[in-house]
Nanobody, 120 residues
Framework: QVQLVESGGGLVQPGGSLRLSCAAS????????MGWYRQAPGEQRKLVAT???????NYADSVKGRFTTSRDNAKNTVYLRMDSLKPEDTAVYFC??????????????WGQGTQVTVSS
């Protein structure tokens, strides 16, 4: 019943910026934590950023100071603003949402992934 749709990826030059969006849709649910992982070629999926339901963000050291995550709870949407992009930021970015429905326990839902390529 819940799906997460990502958008905003693309090709940018080093030093450029992108803004990713991830919107959750469905009914009968509430969202606690949301955030972002990324998976670079040949690498494991790594946590990039999280944001609590109250809007408190945390970041991996590799992106701290360059990336900003935020959320709009009215829209069930989480954002990732990426500035000062580096080639090593190249990856498929996946959003997630920790979803609860009624009396059920939480489940993690994932977006489909969006490609971010940083190259000159």
């Amino acid at each position: 019943q819940v799906q997460l749709v990502e958008s905003g990826g693309g090709l940018v030059q080093p030093g450029g910026s992108l803004r990713l969006s991830c919107a959750a849709s469905g009914s009968g649910f509430s969202i606690n934590g949301m955030g972002w992982y990324r998976q670079a070629p040949g690498e494991q999926r790594k946590l990039v950023a999280t944001v609590t339901s109250g809007g408190s963000p945390n970041y991996a050291d590799s992106v701290k100071g360059r990336f900003t995550t935020s959320r709009d709870n009215a829209k069930n949407t989480v954002y990732l603003r990426m500035d000062s992009l580096k080639p090593e930021d190249t990856a498929v970015y996946f959003c997630y949402a920790d979803v609860s429905r009624r009396w059920d326990g939480p489940s993690r839902y994932w977006g489909q992934g969006t490609q971010v390529t940083v190259s000159s």
